[in-house]
């Protein structure tokens, strides 16, 4: 058993030890199934009136380099808030395989990039890291069981040792066996957080601990598609596919190798601490001396270690096959194996001034930062660079909450993305106190083009010739509700230089500049007193000379029965479609994990229709869902093919089963 694996299991066993121990502090499990507090003993009626307050708890959190306080999510209409993949998002037939979004999403952040992003939404960021503060323990498990045995299992758990000091622990875990063969995979993630502040509130640290790995076989796509329609067992696994042993292969829910496929591996190490300078302050309350701090200048540094490994290996490779369909010459009897490893190590030090003692939301940062990078390559010995850059914050969230203001840059000085920058405003107004706001962004990146499109990599990729920086530019506007939660948004973005891939092993610069429109819209609509329609609608533009082919339309519409019935029971019910209109969806290379575009493939789908059950019973949520509806409906020319595909020759499951639990105790 792996190492990881082993760690889960020795934390689910302390934090059922610790929900045992509590409740045996704490008292017997009431009728309500929540624990209560000790009762007296002396008392002579043993069914005392309970404390309304035994299991109440305060929690909130604030994610990584924010100081916007936030809560935890109680909502069940949207199955997924839990699922690791957002329906804007496609994968190549099965959780866990490589992935890309139907809308256009360009790389905007400069500095340093390995090139490898196909798996990059399975994984636990940084930036969506959330530090916690919770006036009792508090744990989340879920489990989620589909079609063909596949699950995912999570485990999150905070708390506080002091009232300065707290930690949470986040681990995922996802096996999928595939719909079709040699199309396996499994995903590992793992966050550990630790946030410390002194009594007097001067000093504070920030420790973060990320791990990543996805693991996914390979098959290429089926070698004839076709045949989906004509299954005499009615079932995808009958079909032969492009990569992979042929002939062995089984669906095994407990199977984790991968003998044929892509491995890509994140690790992630932060030490962040802040010592301020400013003004002290107290509050006496019942005897208690409870220390305040205004900060007006801080002084902060932060050192960060990052990793990552990316992997295609083939155990057993059939050269013909690599030959015909990947054109890719790979010798008789030979493994085949690709792999780049990077390491990057920061050190960052700023300083923070506040104006005003009583809100930290308005402060000016300066700062400077140094990374060492480092690789080894077959081609050469060993690369090693560096970069340094300078970066400046300006925000400022007025006390009254109405205005919200960032002004940010930064700009690489020198080493090997040297001349790359990042420039951002935000402008955000509370329009009123019924909860309408309006947003307003800018955004400017130039950036060095990724390792592997230079020929920093052992994969196979035909690098570019010389350097030319990518700069997009990109404007947005935003209106809407907070309370109802309707939005319309509007985006407009201006890209030199685009990077992308002509085929799976050559990278290239589309040199002119070419433009793109995003409209959205998201609301609820009341149809009466327990049913709701929630609309959400994606509307892309782009210039047709340039190599980037969307869907114009990319809508989700959920129909739902839902209420609060029973005093305690949350219900949300109905039918769900998601829809993308016609376009030429990006082909797959396996070999080197790139999407690349083409032209003469035309992705013609049917609206996704999906009934699900969702309710939540105090702590208590469930899901049932019954997916993909449409493949019900047999093969016809107005209608297309019975299956979806999500690219050539990769098609979606049939009708897909999913049941999933999410509870959380307060210990």
Known sequence: MSFVKTFLLGCVFLILVQFKLDAQQYGALGGSGSYSRPVNNKAKDSLQKRDQNADSITIFYKLYNN????????SINDFFVHYP?????????????????????????????????????YFYTLEGTPFYQTTRPYTDFGYLLGGNAEQVIEIKHTQNKTQQLNFSFEYRFSNSPGNVKNQNSNLNNMRITAHFQSK????????????????????????NAAKLDSLSLNNPYELETRLGRSGISFANPFNTSIATGNTYKSNTLLWKQTYDLGQKDSIVKDTIVIHLFYPRLRFQNEIKYESSAFLFEDNYPNSA???KYFNCDIGVNEIVKFQDTWTALTNEFSI??????????????????????????????????????????????TRNQLWDLLAAGKLYLNGYDAGDYDANFYLSRLLSKKGNYLKLSFQNSNRTPSANYLGLTNFPLISLKGIQKENIISVMGETGNRNTGWKLAGSYELINNYQYFTTGYKPAVYSPAFSYIKGELA???????????????????????????????????????????????????????????????????????????????????????????????????GYIRLENLNTLVSTSSSLGNTYNFTSRNYPGTGTWFRVGIWWNFIN
């Open 352 to 397: 923070v001034s506040y104006p005003q003692k009583n809100n930290d939301n308005q402060f000016l940062q300066i700062g400077q930062g140094y990374t060492n990078l480092s690789t080894s390559l077959s081609n050469q010995k060993s690369w090693n660079n560096y970069d340094i850059y300078t970066f400046g914050v300006y925000k400022n969230k």
């Open 200 to 223: 007097r509130k001067r000093y504070e640290s920030y420790w973060v601990m990320l791990n990543n790995k996805a693991a996914s076989s390979e098959n290429g796509g089926l070698i």
């Open 523 to 621: 609301n609820k609509i009341k149809l009466s007193t327990h049913w709701n329609w929630y609309n959400e609608l994606n509307v892309q533009l782009i210039d047709q000379t340039a190599p980037v082919h969307l869907p114009l339309l990319l809508t989700r519409q959920r129909l739902a029965f839902e209420g609060n019935f029973y005093k305690n029971l949350f219900l949300s019910t109905g039918l769900e479609l998601i829809y993308h209109s016609d376009y030429k969806a990006d082909d797959y290379m396996p070999l080197t994990g790139q999407f690349y575009v083409q032209n003469d493939y035309t992705l013609h789908n049917r609206p996704t229709a999906n009934a699900f059950l969702n309710f939540m019973i105090k702590r208590f949520k």
């Open 85 to 121: 993949l957002p329906y804007t998002s496609y994968n190549l037939g099965n959780l866990g395989t490589a992935t890309k979004s139907y809308l256009f999403s360009p790389i905007q952040k400069s500095g340093f990039d390995a090139g490898f992003h196909a798996y990059d939404r």
């Open 67 to 74: 100081n916007e306080l936030l809560k935890l999510d109680s």
């Open 321 to 323: 096959a690599y030959l």
